[in-house]
T-cell receptor
Framework: DAKTTQPTSMDCAEGRAANLPCNHSTISGNEYVYWYRQIHSQGPQYIIHGLKNNETNEMASLIITEDRKSSTLILPHATLRDTAVYYCIDPTYNTDKLIFGTGTRLQVFP | NAGVMQNPRHLVRRRGQEARLRCSPMKGHSHVYWYRQLPEEGLKFMVYLQKENIIDESGMPKERFSAEFPKEGPSILRIQQVVRGDSAAYFC???????????????FGPGTRLTVL
């Protein structure tokens, strides 16, 4: 079973920031948090990952709480093409198995 | 640099036939993973392979399913005697040989949609 919990769905207006939360309260000290998304019927797309510090890349920012029990993915200026299911994943340490939960279905509207 | 390639993109089989799904990892990647997504469900890990070795097959059904990643050529997921319940999207992912730590980033292909009639 997935070790993360996320809201089932969220809406966001185009051009606004989308903030997607994730709880990973059982994460251990060496486990990274990964975010992927799946646009309808396509293969999952890697977005970003982090361990302790906040991270930013061309797609998004990742804010990790100091106790590492939760994180927030931020899409700073959401577009219609960001409509997708977003998965927060806590890979099992020392294996490369990604365990996908149900994710958050983000709907960006005009 | 081409991404992960999968073929065919769509595959139709009748019950009892064999299905062969192919995955070519990204250039320089030596780790391959297969995931299955049943209709209206999430992705489920099936198997993790490195060249000529199966590392983790804990998600593979015990019968009819097999996977290989030979020294040369693509990785193959083989389903023998397909049944209607095998209808799903099968995604392959790859990662580089020397990652930066646990849970190396995996890059996914576009998937193969298998339909069993």
């Amino acid at each position: 079973d997935a070790k993360t919990t996320q809201p089932t769905s969220m809406d966001c207006a185009e051009g606004r920031a989308a903030n997607l939360p994730c709880n990973h309260s059982t994460i251990s000290g060496n486990e990274y948090v990964y975010w992927y998304r799946q646009i309808h019927s396509q293969g999952p797309q890697y977005i970003i990952h982090g361990l302790k510090n906040n991270e930013t890349n061309e797609m998004a920012s990742l804010i990790i709480t100091e106790d590492r029990k939760s994180s927030t993915l931020i899409l700073p200026h959401a577009t219609l093409r960001d409509t997708a299911v977003y998965y927060c994943i806590d890979p099992t340490y020392n294996t490369d198995k990604l365990i996908f939960g149900t994710g958050t279905r983000l709907q960006v509207f005009p | 640099n081409a991404g992960v390639m999968q073929n065919p993109r769509h595959l139709v089989r009748r019950r009892g036939q064999e299905a062969r799904l192919r995955c070519s990892p990204m250039k320089g990647h030596s780790h391959v993973y297969w995931y299955r997504q049943l209709p209206e469900e999430g992705l489920k890990f099936m198997v993790y392979l490195q060249k000529e070795n199966i590392i983790d097959e804990s998600g593979m059904p015990k019968e009819r399913f097999s996977a290989e990643f030979p020294k040369e050529g693509p990785s193959i997921l083989r389903i023998q005697q397909v049944v209607r319940g095998d209808s799903a999207a099968y995604f392959c992912a790859s990662s580089p040989p020397n990652g930066q730590g646990p849970g190396d980033t995996q890059y996914f292909g576009p998937g193969t949609r298998l339909t069993v009639l």
